[in-house]
């Protein structure tokens, strides 16, 4: 019996499978499933419980909520959560033993993250407060059955964010803990601006939060470390500096706090490291100085939901693991403070979330690649075998045709190593010929990898190859290349994209050069509308979300007025070299059929982009068509409404059909 090919409907089959948490004696764990709902046009995310000695699974949370955060207590009694059931997340605690969750919290702008005292009877929340107020006071009804519009006055640059839309000018995350016994809530921290809560000492005494203490935060680029006596109130600053550091974790003596965090010596391309700092000491030594790649995860997929990976996990022995982002992988790393760092999982696969046991004899790790939407599985790490431990997906693979890229490289004329992947359309016959479509990342800071991502198996299935590459500017290749397209869009990483295309039309005759096509979004947006104002080669284009007129992109942004400068060393004093990167000064040389994929709540990249680019064309009686996409933002190709998740790919492969 043939497989059927991949649909745009499959995303409703495929199932999520993150967040593992392990408990404290080893033998259970936690783990989080999403799925689809096409009814309800949402996500609905479950807690599931495994034990690690039978391999059975149960859900342990149900109906018509998104559940997340998972969190074991010291003692294994209890399992933490966040849980949107009444509207905004708040804070559930769970028997794990059996019975009903209960909620913990009641707070006006719900609760944002939390961590467990180890005296298993209270948690310290992270929730947003207006200042002069405490989490669970209440704003007053409005008096009538609707709220009236109110003008929204402010007076800092950065009042907007993708996602949120306006932001509350008065409002900053404190940190405060929850009394599980009594339910009183009391609050820490009382500050004009943002306290994220880090991590609790085992012992409970200690706390640790990153904040840039500075109340106007316009030209503050940073997020700094502290370490607050709970005893005392004396605090002492583990590191601060311009740049971002958090994911703290405390080892379990307490002695030392590692985290993983990054300078701004090449502003937002500069690699993250992870740091070690000795509590008694005040020293901090960085322990991946030698790894000339980020520390995290920067992949750039559409399947996964919620996908939540620590920065750092300790073991008792005082060893660490960690996910690096390197060629195209997502891999656990293991370091220990003698200076060792080596690989603790294999290559060609993308490690997208993980907890390791406390004696470091194993690991959890959710796991995808190309052709496996992702599981979870249990890796023996001396011996690098691994068992797995859900099977969502495997009905939905079994059914379905999946199609495996080949890698494909080629060495640039500065030098560089430009790394992809190259999918044969379904029903590739030898002998054929085949339409190729050039599909390019957002970012551009981030990396296409060894990973599952349904639209290039939706683009194959409906008889295209696919080429995607990361190209200058890509995370896993070094910190030169990251680096390397600052002050350079549409030069370098245009060539790199190019050159992989010429490479891939030499050595695959089945492609038909005539036929074309080219799509992304975000960064990958700005090259579509780059690439088709600079080349006739393409038949057919698809931008999304893209940025055409540099100008206005500093404006109208959420991060333009700063983007702008550290990604081409210029702002609105030299529009001219804004002016010379936009695709806009260069719209009368786009002879491709263009259209316009556009979300109207997008703030990273406005949809007046899209506006002007579309105008531009029509008036030059281009080829082109706009499709906005209403109560979307950014994030509309990973984690937008589902219908408008089928829509955006219809529209997509509907213009390929030009090839």
Not at 219 to 225: A, D, E, K, M, T
Not at 253 to 258: G, L
Request: charged content about 25%; some cysteine; overall charge negative.
């Amino acid at each position: 019996m043939s497989k059927k090919a991949v649909e745009i409907e499959d995303l409703l089959e495929l199932v999520s499978v993150t967040d593992p948490k392990i408990s404290p004696d080893g033998k259970r764990a936690v783990f989080v499933q999403t799925k689809m709902d096409e009814e309800e046009n949402t996500y609905h995310s479950h807690l599931y419980h495994i034990s690690l000695e039978t391999g059975e699974s149960a859900p342990w949370t149900y109906g018509k909520s998104r559940n997340s955060q998972p969190a074991w207590s010291a003692d294994g009694r209890h399992i933490a959560f966040l849980s949107d059931r009444n509207d905004k997340n708040q804070l559930y605690v769970l028997p794990s033993g059996g019975g009903e969750a209960r909620a913990v919290t009641d707070f006006e702008k719900g609760v944002s993250s939390f961590r467990w005292s180890p005296c298993n009877k209270k948690i310290w929340v992270n929730a947003l407060v207006q200042d002069g107020k405490t989490f669970t006071d209440q704003e007053p009804e409005k008096e009538g059955d609707k709220k009236k519009p109110e003008p929204y006055r402010t007076a800092i640059m950065k009042y907007k964010m993708d996602g949120n839309g306006l932001v509350k000018q008065d409002c900053h995350r404190q940190i405060g803990f929850v009394d599980l016994e009594t339910g009183k809530v009391e609050q820490l921290t009382e500050e004009p601006y943002h306290c994220g809560l880090e991590a609790i000492s085992h012992d409970g005494m200690k706390l640790v939060y990153g904040s840039a203490k500075e109340e106007n935060q316009d030209f503050v680029f940073r997020q700094s470390l502290y370490l607050r006596d709970l005893e005392t109130g004396e605090e002492t600053a583990i590191i601060e500096q311009d740049g971002y550091y958090g994911n703290a974790a405390f080892s379990f003596d307490d002695a030392r706090v590692a985290f993983v965090g990054h300078s701004r010596a090449y502003e937002n391309a500069t690699h993250a490291e992870l740091y070690v700092y000795e509590v008694a000491h005040q020293t901090t030594q960085c322990l991946t100085e030698g790894i000339d790649a980020p520390i995290g995860d920067y992949v750039v997929a559409d399947h996964q939901q919620g996908a939540q990976a620590p920065g750092v996990i300790w073991t008792k022995d005082g060893h660490l693991y960690f996910q690096v982002s390197t060629e195209g992988d997502v891999r656990l790393y293991f370091a220990s403070l003698e200076g060792a760092v080596y690989p603790a999982s294999p290559e060609d696969e993308h490690v997208y979330g993980y907890d390791i046991a406390r004696d470091g004899n194993f690991a959890l790790a959710a796991i995808s690649d190309p052709v496996s939407p992702g599981e979870l599985y249990k890796l023996a790490i001396s011996t690098g075998e691994r068992e797995a431990l859900t099977s969502c997906n495997s009905s939905y693979l079994e059914q379905t045709e999946l199609i495996a890229p080949e890698i494909v490289s080629h060495t640039t004329e500065d030098g560089f190593e430009v790394h992809g992947w190259l999918m044969k359309p379904r029903g590739f016959e030898p002998g054929g010929k085949y339409p190729l479509v050039v599909n390019i990342h957002g970012g551009p800071h981030a990396m296409y990898a060894n990973t599952f991502v349904h639209e290039m198996q939706v683009l194959a299935a409906n008889g295209y190859g696919v080429l995607y590459v990361n190209p200058r500017g890509s995370h896993g290749y070094g910190q030169g290349f990251v680096d390397a397209v600052r002050g350079d869009y549409g030069g370098g990483d245009y060539r790199d994209i190019m050159g992989a295309l010429d490479h891939v039309l030499a050595e695959n005759g089945w492609v038909d050069k005539g036929r074309l096509g080219v799509t992304g979004g975000s960064y990958g947006g700005f090259m579509t509308n780059w690439i088709v104002s600079h080349t006739d080669r393409f038949k057919a284009a698809v931008t999304q979300r893209s940025i055409c007129n540099w100008i206005s992109f500093s404006g109208v942004s959420d991060i333009g007025y700063y983007f702008s400068e550290w990604q081409h060393g210029a702002t609105m004093d030299n529009v001219d070299k804004l002016w010379e990167h936009s695709p806009l000064k260069y719209a009368k040389d786009i002879h491709t059929p263009l259209l316009i994929l556009h979300s109207e709540n997008d703030h990273r990249c406005p949809v007046e982009q899209a506006e002007q680019l579309f105008i531009t064309l029509k008036s030059m009686h281009k080829e082109t068509e706009f499709v906005r996409f209403p109560e979307a933002d950014h994030n509309l190709s990973r984690t937008g409404k589902p219908n408008l998740r089928f829509a955006r790919l219809e529209e997509i492969a509907g213009w390929m059909k030009r090839l």
